[in-house]
């Protein structure tokens, strides 16, 4: 157990629809970041938050958003969502959020499915 | 473009013996590396890591191998047991200690260990 959890698990939705997965981190650690996996491909950065703070973005679609709350925890939110979003989405966590110093710790993820 | 590639889809070895899992990246920047092992329905377990002042770093029996020159980073298991049957992923990171440490992944190697 990493000590990063993710809700829900597994979410099933239709096209345009819009949905929320929710993350929180390892008690402690101020960074989370958000990857993306779809079929058969590596995970792919998202999104990093720092204390409430955006600090890096990767390919984020502009139908995806993410924040960070007062409490840390963060949430993703994907809309108008399309087939090719479904994938399993990962949430991880470090202290300080610095390159190279911190080991990620990610969370089981959230398998999303668009129908 | 793909900046951290894992070559082989999939490794088979026997028990007892080596497993050599090679990763190439093509970003000169990458200054960080590290080994995830994924099993399904959970999320990536770090393994080991090696920054790019060293060539070598070991973990019990998990060695990595860094040649900055061609590259290229390799993870040596030795001895395989069943148990490391898994998905492994490498990944990289750029500008260590710095503010942004979201990691780039390969698509992964999946690796049977046979009795």
Known sequence: DSGVTQ????????????????????????????????????LQFLIQYYNGEERAKGNILER?????FPDL????????LELGDSALYF???????????????FGPGTRLLVL | DQQVKQNSPSL???????????CDYT????????????????GPTFLI???????????????????????????HIVPSQPGDSAVYFCAA????????GNLIFGKGTKLSVKP
């Open chain 2, 27 to 42: 970003n000169s920047m990458f200054d960080y590396f590290l080994w995830y092992k994924k099993y399904p329905a959970e």
């Open chain 2, 93 to 100: 990171s750029a500008g260590y200690g710095g503010s942004q």
């Open chain 1, 7 to 42: 809700t829900p698990k597994h979410l099933i939705t239709a096209t345009g629809q819009r949905v929320t997965l929710r993350c929180s981190p390892r008690s402690g650690d101020l960074s989370v970041y958000w990857y993306q996996q779809s079929l058969d491909q590596g």
């Open chain 2, 12 to 22: 088979s070895v026997q028990e007892g013996r080596i497993s050599i899992l090679n």
């Open chain 2, 49 to 75: 890591s090696i920054s790019s002042i060293k060539d070598k770093n070991e973990d019990g029996r998990f060695t990595v191998f860094l040649n900055k020159s061609a590259k290229h980073l390799s993870l």
């Open chain 1, 73 to 80: 925890h963060s949430e993703l939110n994907l809309s108008s």
């Open chain 1, 91 to 105: 949430c991880a966590s470090t202290p300080t959020g610095l390159a190279g110093e911190e080991t990620q710790y």
């Open chain 1, 64 to 68: 995806f958003s993410a924040q960070q």
